[in-house]
């Protein structure tokens, strides 16, 4: 045990390296690890709390509470931060940081969804070794309850699969660890291993729920491959989806997963999850709610949308789509009242560097070489911000995540919010731990009536 002033030390130390992630990789058990890490962020906010509970971070405008909250700084999340200009960066690597450390599948290059979920559960790059214990973890908990099955299999097939994910999400808080040890009256510094323990047992259930969606909706009938404990994450979903033998787009669904796990905790499904867990309930509710969030098509279901708006210009425009074209069909959706899916950004103000690395991935492979629907994502990309700028209203007039739908062969496009699914539970599941760990309390703002607002103003 760290006293409370070594502790503060190796706080401070941690604050102070951008790189503090690659410089703490050890051969330890990622709960091992954890057990290390927590109580130096637990010192941390201990001495924010006693040092500057008082420091003012912001005033609020009216602007901000009948615009969203847009630009308030109100919550604590631990494993991301997003710059308006830079994007993402987690616990202070950017993608291209992440690209070079984190380790990927044997045999593959691209980042895996586990490497990225212990890097934001501990802030630390793994070992390729420690990165193939936690793959070999989720397989082995990645089969699910019969009857989650059956419910699954009762589904109608015209049920969006959104829904189906989020109601078997739901249905696997039946054996919720958070759940029943809270029965039994479990203390509080209990409360983050029952959740990790949650967290994992549900990350390692997505693929099959998510794979089993996909099967009952586009192939019903069709036999679902089996987990194979000597594969990945990805490796397993891919199987099960039946495009294990694409091993492009096995590591484009790798590296798609893994960019998507987290977007700091403003965005409405991560914050979703962490409101909705702040009341205790377990990461399965929690993640229920956040998945329909994420079904939303200014959110997630955007990518939906994306590849759909897509498929409808292809089909109105034929083949040979010029420039000009996108830009009169860009102009025809505007002056119809709808939103260019996939451009414009709650904190963004450049293009999401998730899509410019998305988008890499697909040119440094020859086999995609003249895909029509990735020439149409770029030549889109190529004129849509001058439009959006024309246009002026968004402030953000560049593509975001999800314009890159479409870039695979993958045509199923109410299927796509689904994958997000599968990956930002990296990162909403993450904060439940850190919050579960760092004692975060009830979330509770004050809202206003606009009688009350006005009478506030008056009194100023
Ligand atoms: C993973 C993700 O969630 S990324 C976002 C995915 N969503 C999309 O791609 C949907 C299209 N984009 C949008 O609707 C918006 O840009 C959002 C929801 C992402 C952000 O919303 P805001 O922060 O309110 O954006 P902003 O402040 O720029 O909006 C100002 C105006 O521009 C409009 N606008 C913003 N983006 C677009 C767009 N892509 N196309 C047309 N108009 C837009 C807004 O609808 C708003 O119009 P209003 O004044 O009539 O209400
Ligand atoms: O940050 C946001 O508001 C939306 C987004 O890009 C994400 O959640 O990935």
Do not use: A, I, K, Q
């Given at each position: 045990m760290l006293s409370r002033t070594a502790l503060s030390r190796q706080a401070a130390s941690l604050r102070r390296s951008s790189l503090f992630a690659q410089r703490f990789a050890s051969t330890k058990s990622l709960r091992d690890t954890l057990q290390e890490v927590i109580p130096v962020k637990q010192e941390q906010l201990r001495k924010l709390k006693s040092e500057h509970g008082q420091t003012v971070v912001g005033d609020v405008k009216v602007d901000n509470i009948i615009g969203g909250m847009r630009g308030l700084k109100a919550m604590l999340w631990e494993a991301s931060v997003l710059d308006p200009i830079e994007g993402i960066r987690f616990h202070g690597l950017s993608i291209p940081d992440c690209q070079k450390v984190l380790p990927a599948a044997p045999g593959g290059k691209e980042i895996i969804p586990e490497s990225m979920l212990w890097l934001l559960l501990t802030g630390q790059v793994p070992t390729p070794e420690q990165t193939q214990a936690l793959s070999r973890e989720l397989a082995e908990k990645g089969d699910l309850p019969k009857f989650v099955e059956q419910l699954i299999d009762s589904f109608p097939r015209t049920l969006h699969p959104m829904t189906q994910l989020g109601m078997a999400v739901a249905a696997?808080?039946?054996?919720?660890s958070f759940q029943a040890a809270y029965e039994r009256g479990m203390k509080k510094p209990e409360y983050w291993t029952h959740t990790l323990e949650d967290c994992i047992n549900l990350i390692a259930r997505l693929p099959a729920l998510a794979a089993r969606i996909y099967r009952n909706v586009y192939n019903p009938g069709t036999e679902l491959a089996t987990i194979d404990k000597n594969l990945d994450l990805v490796g397993n979903y891919s199987n099960m989806l039946g495009y294990g033998d694409n091993h492009s787009l096995t590591e484009y669904l790798r590296l798609y997963i893994a960019l998507h796990?987290?977007?700091?905790?403003?965005?409405a499904s991560a914050h979703t999850a962490h409101l909705v867990n702040?009341?205790?309930?377990?990461p399965y509710l929690s993640y229920s709610a956040a998945l329909f969030a994420l079904a939303g098509p200014l959110h997630g279901l955007a990518n939906q949308e994306v590849l759909r708006w897509q498929l409808a210009m292809q089909k109105e425009l034929g083949d040979n789509i010029t420039h000009e074209d996108i830009k009169a069909y860009l102009w025809k959706t505007l002056k119809s009242g709808q939103v260019v899916p996939g451009y414009g950004h709650g904190?963004?103000?450049?293009?999401?560097p998730r899509f410019i690395a998305l988008q890499e991935f697909c040119d440094s492979r020859p086999e995609l070489k003249g895909s029509p629907i990735i020439d149409l994502v770029n030549k889109t990309f190529q004129v849509a911000p001058d439009v959006l700028k024309e246009h002026g209203k968004t402030k953000n007039p560049y593509p975001n995540v999800d314009a890159t739908s479409g870039m695979f062969s993958f045509v199923e496009f109410k299927y796509y919010t689904v994958i997000f699914g599968v990956s930002r539970a990296l990162g909403a599941l993450t904060q439940l731990v850190w919050a579960r760990a760092l004692g975060l309390p009830l979330e509770r703002p004050k809202s206003m009536s606009m009688d009350a607002l006005e009478k506030f103003i008056k009194n100023q």
């Open positions: 696997l808080n039946h054996d919720s796990g987290d977007h700091e905790g403003g965005n702040s009341t205790l309930s377990d904190v963004l103000r450049n293009p999401d």
